[in-house]
């Protein structure tokens, strides 16, 4: 019988004890963002999808070795080149230029092996979180297109 | 009869249009409520403070296409929230919301807003069994077991209230109370020294009766789904939300009314309907705070409770009440 | 101290002539316990039994009370066979891993099942058979378990084309 | 025609009078549609829903009978309890509803039809042909003196028929937990 | 007699409450279920109660009488829709039928 | 044992738990045979988002399969990808500098820590109390920040690398990691006086959900729902690998056999991986975070390689055998919450169903994880 009326006691005890946390809760400030009115600015080091760099030109400083593609586990990246004769130092020199570089970013995992595999720093993380699409063609990147965008 | 007929049918009308209104207003203040209390804003973007937040979302609700799903039993489907919503509707029409603010005073309406109380497990059950889900089913006969063994102490303690008053009339269970917080039910007095007792054990059980948190056995949404209203859709679902609701303020007016001294004012000053709507609405904030706050029982750990802790506490407290009243 | 007590009781099972060391890497190895370097391997045991033995094997495991921690197969295409791999462990800080494998042929891939000694065992060899076709004789529900109701492929084994 | 209280010019229809009278026929339709549920539906579970509306019209002639009290009663005990016990045996018993309910036979349909009938024609000639002696009253029949009564007067009923609810709890209790292993 | 003011008369009443018997009646002859004729049997018993209460407006000198057995009536109704229902439920987990032909067996 | 379910017309009824429900977390789906609200028999349908890790892991590289293990168990990744680095740094011999070990040990606890809160917000949230949820929310967002600061991803994170790290962490981590523990001591208190000690919560979990220790063996349980049935287990201390042999913890271990058992073995272990975190950002060596000694193209000696490390779900093991390729010829993911999962269709039968969907929740499943 005392048993019967402790657990009661002790019950209710628990109860108003919760009661009072939530209470405190109450008055705390708010501390969610109000996503699409507010934006957090993602940190240094946020994986988003890839971009080029540019040189001082506003060229791509991209290569074309196809290391990145390669290194992708998922297959996401695809690159083209055409071989150009450029002069360099009174030479005619045969060199390849990037002429595509698609981003499949549907079957991208933002794993991040391509800026690691690539040796001439010639890629970089976006910062772009807010990327949401009813169309899957909206995530077809042209990376050149976007570079020649940014660089007007 | 004659007068009251047309009264009656006014005050239903009005009724009306207080619950839907409370319904939509408390969902608002519900889900300002619980944001607070998680700490984020709550709805804040329609209107100021988000306050066109409930006429929007009732807008959406009737839009909506009314789904009955396939084998179910079409008429108790249809009917079921309609019985849902119409007796808490029907019981507002005999609360007093202050000495001339009633839309029929009965002699018994105490007993009435218990009688068309119990008409809302039916229409659970109705709801449960017409979807045809076995989700519902489970879920309303949960809730009704709930509500019939919860109606027991709840009748008992409001028998208590009644003994000391000697009426079922709810004016006069309120002027019993009027001339300050020490005259109110809740306090102890010389006939029923348990009263705050019989206070929490009323609190609970209407809790319970109102299928609210942490008694929502029928809608435990991690278990059953959505419980009883898991195939509802569009306006169904939103008279269900209405029935909840106005059955919510049905329960804490009768609180009020036979434990805090209905419109009286604490101090024995200027009684009128602002004290009784304050008092009411503070039962409902602390029926949101319960909500947001403790996890659900079990189904046999709530049968438990009425009938172990609950009905043995408020039987004892009955046969105190009349002994004391012998006595003294 | 439990590694020496099981190696015994698993090498009671071996015939005292069978070869307890390991041929060349690569190639198919006899049947008999193995120790091996916790370092390098990961583990420490590692018995290789006929599927007939499977089951006493799994018995004297299970009697040293090891844990089992998974079933799993590997496809030898090239020598035609499959091998069926149970890993199992121990709770206390004698710590032991030991590793049981038979070899089946591809073409009739039937191993006793060890659901009747460890229950756990259920869902591995479901899912083993799910993956490489093997078949465990005795199991109470070899349906598969993470592939669709109706599957009829074996997508580990190394013939297999998407 | 009873020489009961009739009254005897007839109330126009939006005075308060005759809206009573609107609303009583409406709840007598209701009575009778929910009986007539009641006795035919096909499904069980149908026609505990006819006997809840039935019970809602019955309890509203007793308010017009001038019983607040027993309609109440009527609604908390019938409704509330009695309905709700009857459709939980349906569930518990009858899970499947495509089991017909109709006749039991080809006969007992008009059989039953033709006893009601008799039934029905029999009492309501009766009621015809009676002529009731009215008496005047000697209270007005209110909730408190009803309680009264029940205490003092009918004591020895009102004690008997609390000993047959607990007999029957009981006996519920041990019918119900007979089957149950668990 | 306008048709408004026939809730002031007793023969209403009792017109009713016979149809209400007579559709009892119905449903217990031809309800196949256990159940079904629990139904019907509390159809009856509101019947019976609506002529008490109905005399005890128009006719009983004592208007409480009346509303009194009517109060009986609901308890004895409560008690019999309970007992009978535990005894269906019992019969349901023996027969697995409530079909009142499937229980022949119970006769004798 | 799950045999299959019959159904005896009349009796029983088969209630479809999933694989939409709100109570099993993603797609899973358990069939239970019902006697009204009791269980009589259940079995467990998985499969809804098998994704066949273990074949892709045989036609890629093995740090082209580094992303892979994230996916596995979206809570406590770094965990799984932990046990993949440890064990080709230790078949291929890779010695891994000290510095990197600590970042790892501490990142992997932090990632711990936010399984386990968001384990327990769920938890609450499918006894039906939600404000839990958000608190514990809350601070998860903490450690998330801290990682996504390291790491550069939320989820995700694919973060170790054979021989090291993706990249060193700063004094930024460090102090807000510093900030972030005696914040956290306090939301354990605030949970235990607001959940564990609730009188409600208390009911729903004494005694529900029984798991003996032999059960537990027999069926492979590792992790808290081990050592809640009062087994001592924990890789960490068992098999210690990386620098766990450093740091002074304790295993909680409860021997109530019950769900409260496992869920208080994880409230426990929330302050247990705080005074890891603590005791290795009071450690942290300098140094370098990449071993110098690494092959470009890993290849694996021919052979057949295990590691098991203590992820936040208990022992998850990785098996590789190799053919000396530079991938795998066979690689087996052993999950720990697939052994849990698998007690589940024995332990609930007799329950009643929300009793049955409250031991659910306290073995934390990860559905992923179990589908792989």
Redesign the interface.
């Known amino acids: 019988m005392g048993g019967y009326f402790s657990d009661i006691f002790n019950g209710s005890k628990s109860l108003l004890i919760g009661m009072g946390i939530t209470f405190r809760e109450f008055f705390k400030p708010i501390v969610t963002v109000q996503y699409p009115y507010q934006t957090i600015k993602m940190s240094a080091r946020f994986r988003g999808h890839i971009e080029l760099i540019a040189d001082e030109e506003g060229k791509p400083k991209c290569v074309s070795c196809g290391m990145c593609e390669r290194a992708c586990p998922s297959g996401c990246i695809t690159l083209g080149s055409v071989s150009v004769e450029i002069e360099v130092d009174g030479k005619m020199k045969k060199k390849k230029v990037l002429s595509k570089y698609d981003l499949d970013f549907t079957k991208c995992s933002l794993c991040g092996q391509c800026v690691e595999n690539c040796n001439f720093g010639a890629i970089e993380f976006s910062k772009e979180y807010n990327l949401a699409s009813s169309n899957k063609e909206d995530f077809h990147f042209n990376l050149l297109k976007r570079l020649e965008e940014r660089n007007v | ?3 009251t ?2 009264n009656v ?1 006014v005050a239903v009308v009005i009724a009306i249009g207080f619950a839907a209104l409370n319904a939509a207003y408390l969902v608002w203040a519900e889900r300002r ?2 944001a ?6 709550g709805p804040n973007i329609n209107g100021p403070f988000g306050l066109l937040q409930p006429p929007l979302d009732g807008i959406k609700l009737m839009t909506k296409q009314i789904m009955i799903p396939g084998g179910a ?1 079409k ?2 489907f249809m ?1 079921a929230p309609v019985l849902a919503m119409a007796p808490a509707i029907l019981s507002f029409v005999t609360i007093p919301f202050s000495e001339t603010i009633v839309a029929h005073n ?3 309406g105490l ?2 807003i ?6 809302g ?2 229409a659970v ?2 709801a449960g ?2 979807s045809r889900n ?2 519902s ?2 879920a309303s ?2 809730a ?1 077991s709930q509500n ?1 063994s919860y ?1 027991i102490p709840m009748l008992i303690t409001a028998i208590t209230v009644v003994m000391i008053t000697g009426s ?1 009339d709810l004016k006069v269970i309120t002027n019993a109370q009027a001339g300050g917080f020490w005259h109110w039910n809740i306090f102890p007095s010389l006939h029923s020294p348990l009263m705050p007792l019989s206070f929490i054990l009323f609190f609970i059980c209407s809790l319970a009766e109102t299928n609210r ?2 008694f ?1 056995l029928g809608e ?4 059953l ?1 959505a419980g009883f209203h898991t195939e509802y859709g569009s306006m169904g679902f939103g008279l269900f939300f209405m029935g909840e609701y106005a059955n919510i303020v049905i329960g804490a007016s009768l609180t009020t009314i036979l434990f805090l001294g209905g419109w009286d004012c604490p101090f024995g000053l200027f009684p009128g309907v602002w004290w009784f709507l304050l008092k009411i609405y503070l039962l409902i904030a602390t029926f949101i ?2 909500r ?10 709530l049968l438990n409770l009425s009938w172990k ?1 609950l009905i043995p506490l408020s039987l004892f407290n009955l046969l105190l009440t009349a002994g004391l009243l012998k006595v003294f | 101290m439990i590694q020496e007590t099981t190696r015994e009781a698993l090498q009671s099972l071996f015939a005292e002539s069978a070869p307890a060391v390991e041929v060349e890497a690569g190639a198919p190895r006899g049947n008999g316990v193995i120790t091996r370097d916790y370092n390098a391997h990961g583990y420490h045991l590692d018995a290789q039994v006929a599927a007939d033995q499977l089951v006493a094997a799994v018995e004297i495991i299970d009697q040293a009370g090891f844990f089992i921690e998974s079933i799993t197969g590997v496809d030898w295409i090239k020598e035609n066979q499959l091998e069926v791999i149970y890993d199992f462990s121990r709770y206390d800080f004698d710590t032991c891993r030991v590793v049981i494998r038979t070899r089946v042929p591809r073409d009739q891939p039937i191993v006793p099942t060890i659901t009747t000694i460890y229950a756990g065992a259920n869902w591995h060899e479901r899912e083993t058979h799910d993956f490489f076709g093997i078949k465990f004789a005795g199991h109470p529900h070899l349906i598969p378990l993470l592939l669709p109701e109706d599957a009829d492929f074996h997508p580990l084994l190394k013939d297999f084309k998407a | 025609m009873n020489p009961s209280m009739a009254i005897t010019e007839a109330p126009g229809l939006f005075t308060a009078d005759g809206l009573t009278g609107l609303i009583f026929l409406i709840m007598m339709a209701v009575t009778l549609i929910g009986g007539l549920i009641a006795c035919c539906a096909e499904r069980l579970v149908r026609a505990v829903a006819g006997l809840m509306v039935c019970f809602i019209g019955v309890a509203a002639l007793y308010y017009f009978l001038n019983s607040p009290f027993v309609a109440m009663m009527q609604m908390l005990i019938y409704v509330g309890a009695v309905c709700i016990t009857i459709a939980f045996a349906i569930m518990l018993a009858a899970p499947e509803e495509s089991k017909k309910n109709g006749p039991a036979g080809p006969l007992s349909g008009p059989l039953g039809f033709i006893t009601a009938g008799i039934v029905t024609f029999g009492l309501i000639v009766m009621a015809l042909r009676t002529q009731f002696p009215i008496l005047p009253k000697v209270n007005q029949g209110t909730a408190k003196e009803i309680g009264i009564q029940l205490l003092t007067q009918y004591s020895m009923v009102f004690e008997l028929i609390s000993i047959v609810l607990l007999i029957a709890i009981i006996g519920a209790l041990v019918l119900a937990r007979a089957g149950r292993s668990k | 007699m306008s048709i408004l003011a026939l809730y002031n008369n007793l023969n209403t009443f009792l017109y009713l409450a016979a149809l209400l018997f007579g559709m009892g009646i119905y449903g217990l002859v031809t309800r196949r279920t256990l159940i079904g004729m629990l139904i019907s049997a509390e159809l009856i018993l509101a019947a019976a109660s609506i002529n008490f209460m109905a005399f005890n407006r128009f006719t009983a000198p004592d208007p409480t009488v009346g509303q009194i057995f009517t109060l009986f009536i609901m308890a004895i109704a409560a008690a019999e829709a309970a007992i009978g229902l535990s005894i269906v439920l019992a019969v349901y987990r023996n027969y697995k039928s409530i079909d009142t032909e499937d229980l022949v067996e119970l006769q004798g | 044992m799950s045999a299959p379910i019959q159904l005896q017309p009349g009796e029983t009824f088969i209630l479809n738990v999933g694989p939409q429900h709100p109570a099993t977390h993603g797609v899973l789906r358990v069939k239970m045979e019902m006697d009204g609200e009791y269980i009589v028999k259940a079995e467990t349908v998985l499969g809804y988002v098998h994704r066949m890790h273990e074949k892709m892991g045989e036609n890629r590289t093995y740090a082209q399969y580094l992303p892979n293990l994230s996916r596995l168990d979206y809570l406590g990744a770094l965990g799984y990808t932990h046990g993949h680095v440890l064990l080709i740094e230790r078949a291929a011999g890779i010695e891994v500098p000290e510095r990197a070990e600590y970042i790892r040990a501490i990142t992997v606890e932090l990632n711990r820590l936010a399984s386990h809160l968001f384990w327990f917000g769920c938890y609450v949230m499918d006894l039906g109390g939600f404000s839990p949820l958000m608190y514990a929310l809350e601070d998860r967002e903490y450690i998330l920040d801290m990682l996504e600061a390291v790491t550069g991803a939320r989820l995700t994170y694919c973060y170790y690398r054979f021989g090291g790290l993706y990249n060193d962490v700063d004094d930024d981590f460090i102090e807000a990691a510093n900030r972030f523990i005696p914040r956290m001591r306090k939301s354990l208190k605030k949970y235990a006086a607001l959940v564990t000690g609730n009188i409600i919560f208390q009911k729903r979990l004494e005694g529900i959900g029984h798991i003996s220790a032999e059960m537990c063996r027999k069926y492979g349980a590792t992790g808290a729902v081990a050592r809640g049935s009062g087994i001592d287990f924990d890789v960490r201390k068992n098999e210690p690998y990386s620098v766990y042999p450093e740091f002074d913890f304790d295993i909680p271990v409860y021997h109530e056999c019950d769900s409260m058992a496992r869920f208080k073995v994880r409230m426990d272990e929330m302050e247990q991986s705080l005074r890891i975190i603590e005791q290795g950002l009071a450690k942290l060596p300098g140094g370098p975070i990449m071993a110098e000694k690494k092959p470009k193209n890993i290849k694996l000696p021919v052979g057949d390689f295990y590691q098991a490390v203590e992820t936040a779900r208990g022992s998850f093991g990785i098996r590789i055998v190799s053919d000396g390729d530079k991938n795998a010829y066979r690689l087996k993911l052993r999950s720990p919450t697939y052994s849990n999962m698998h007690l589940f269709d024995e332990a609930c039968e007799g329950m009643m169903i929300m009793d049955a969907l409250a031991f659910m929740g306290s073995l934390d499943l990860v559905i992923p994880e179990i589908d792989r």
């Open positions: 009869m004659s007068l007929v047309l049918i409520g619980a607070r209390i998680q700490r984020r804003p039993d008429i108790l009917v009965m002699d018994i007993l009435m218990f009688a068309f109380a119990s008409m497990a039916l059950l109705f069994w017409g076995k989700y089913v489970m006969v949960r009704v019939v109606e079922m948190a942490p929502d435990a949404e991690s278990e789904v705070w319960i947001w706050t403790f996890p659900r029982t079990t189904i046999y750990g802790i």
